[in-house]
């Protein structure tokens, strides 16, 4: 198979010829195409190859849909990244939008005095109509200290505050702090629609999820030889509260962790899961699609 995209199965994608290189920090191969479109619900396309122009934006899209990828959320995590977020949408149809402060950055923003502006501007840019997310926001206790969780959770709660009031779905980032992030959400009360993007928790995360109906976004971590709590987790995660995701350019999916991610290679993900899950892939496709607009609404 090839197209316009110069997209060939086995080969890196013509979109991102120009940035490998033979240090073997190159793009992976081009998976064979999903039997099922379906939605990358977490990506930094302010990170991918061209991110300055429309064309680069472009170019990364049609890599993925030529794989069975047919759209994407781009997430900001700062003000520069989710200013940019907002000005794709606007050139890119294929992409919804999800915009927020960092969790490792709002300790830093905190100590400058910049934190609730920088919230304030958050809140704006979410008003615009293709941003159907806030986040990724949420705790990280693995890169900030003790000194920074007060000022972590500050900003985790504001987050949450303008996800219920504007209607919009929360990406989280939880890394080292489940039990804090499950404690924060149930005494703020959590959005209609929260998604731990890059689910990082166990059997007995995925359990409280079920129970609160929470959303868990699986990426290539899933795939990694050390993840046996991920699978765990993705073997008793309700099917209904499934989604996948890349984080591009991180968390390349095995065998080829280490090198970028991005949108197109959403198919090895998938596939893994099903495999997991002794699931047809075409029917997890399908359950994935629908999760993914339950949770964001359409594309269209």
Not at 147 to 157: A, H, L, M, N
Request: charged share 25%; hydrophobic share 40%; net charge negative.
């Amino acid at each position: 198979m090839c197209n316009d995209s110069g997209y060939v199965p086995g080969e890196i994608p013509a979109a991102y010829l120009d940035f490998a290189s033979d240090t073997g920090k190159s793009y992976p191969p081009a998976p064979e195409p999903l039997p099922v479109p379906v939605i990358d619900n977490h990506t930094h396309l302010d990170f991918a190859p061209g991110k300055a122009g429309t064309a680069g934006v472009r170019a990364a899209m049609d890599a993925a849909g030529a794989a069975g990828v047919r759209a994407a959320v781009q997430v900001g995590t700062d003000l520069e990244s989710s200013r940019f977020t907002v000005r794709v949408l606007d050139e890119e149809p294929r992409l919804l939008g999800a915009v927020a402060i960092h969790p490792n950055d709002a300790p830093v923003l905190a100590a400058e005095g910049t934190l609730d502006a920088a919230l304030e501007e958050i809140e704006t840019l979410a008003g615009h109509p293709r941003v159907r997310g806030i986040g990724e926001t949420g705790l990280d206790y693995f890169r900030t200290g003790a000194d920074g969780v007060e000022r972590q959770q500050y900003s985790f709660r504001r987050h949450i505050d303008i996800a219920k009031r504007l209607g919009l779905a929360l990406q989280i980032h939880d890394r080292d702090a489940h039990e804090g992030v499950v404690r924060v959400l149930l005494e703020e009360g959590a959005p209609e629609n929260v998604v731990f993007h890059c689910f990082s928790g166990d059997a007995e995360l995925a359990r409280i999820c079920n129970e609160h109906g929470w959303n868990m976004s699986f990426a290539g971590t899933v795939t990694f030889k050390n993840a046996g709590n991920l699978r765990e987790a993705l073997a008793v995660a309700d099917r209904r509260l499934l989604l996948v995701e890349t984080d591009s350019p991180f968390l390349t999916p095995h065998p080829f962790r280490g090198r970028p991610n991005a949108s197109y290679m959403v198919p090895y993900t998938v596939r893994f899961m099903a495999a997991e899950l002794g699931a047809d892939v075409a029917e997890l496709g399908t359950e994935l699609v629908e999760n993914t607009v339950r949770v964001y609404g359409s594309w269209d």
